[in-house]
């Protein structure tokens, strides 16, 4: 490759002095370096594009049914429910929130307060590997809705 090149390419001056041969064989070698350090860079970033992909919208359902159990104990308190009615109201609303029917609903009436423990695991799988989302969340209702 070195003999196919100008005249010109050989004798060019560089820091003072004319290029030899290792130094054009060395920088025959840095190419493709910027080219690989891009293919790298774009498959961590698809990567990171991916795994958000998957575990976002399984966050944002365990996030919006966080929301929907306050609510629940929240009505059951002003309201006068009995804590199963609150058990009730969850399993019917599971399905929209992506609950896996096996979750564990624990209500309980505590101090003229109502109290929902949900807990499951979501798995969220990925090639050649499954991540098992754990949700253990305690809603509890505010002390201003207490009836006396």
């Known amino acids: 490759m070195i003999r196919s090149l100008p005249l010109a390419v050989l004798t060019r001056k560089s820091c003072g002095g004319t290029m030899n041969r290792n130094e054009l064989l060395q920088r025959q070698s840095?190419?493709?370096g910027a080219r690989l350090k891009?293919?790298?860079a774009m498959v961590v970033f698809a990567l990171v594009i991916y795994v958000g992909y998957m575990y976002i919208p399984v966050a944002v359902d365990a996030y919006y049914f966080k929301?929907?159990?306050q609510n629940k104990v929240d009505v059951a308190v002003t309201q006068g429910y009995e804590a199963s009615w609150v058990r009730d109201q969850l399993v019917?609303?599971?399905?929209?929130y992506h609950v896996p029917s096996n979750a564990i609903i624990s209500p309980a009436q505590k101090d003229n307060r109502v109290e929902v423990r949900v807990q499951f695991t979501r798995?969220?799988?990925?090639p050649g590997y499954t991540y098992d989302y754990e949700f253990d969340y305690t809603a509890k209702s505010t002390a201003?809705?207490?009836i006396k």
């Not at 019917?92 to 929209?96: D, I, L, N, P, Q």
């Not at 798995?123 to 990925?126: A, D, L, N, V």
């Open 30 to 32: 840095e190419q493709g």
């Open 144 to 146: 201003f809705l207490t």
């Open 123 to 126: 798995p969220i799988s990925f």
């Open 92 to 96: 019917k609303s599971e399905a929209e």
């Open 67 to 69: 929301d929907v159990m």
């Open 38 to 40: 891009f293919i790298i």
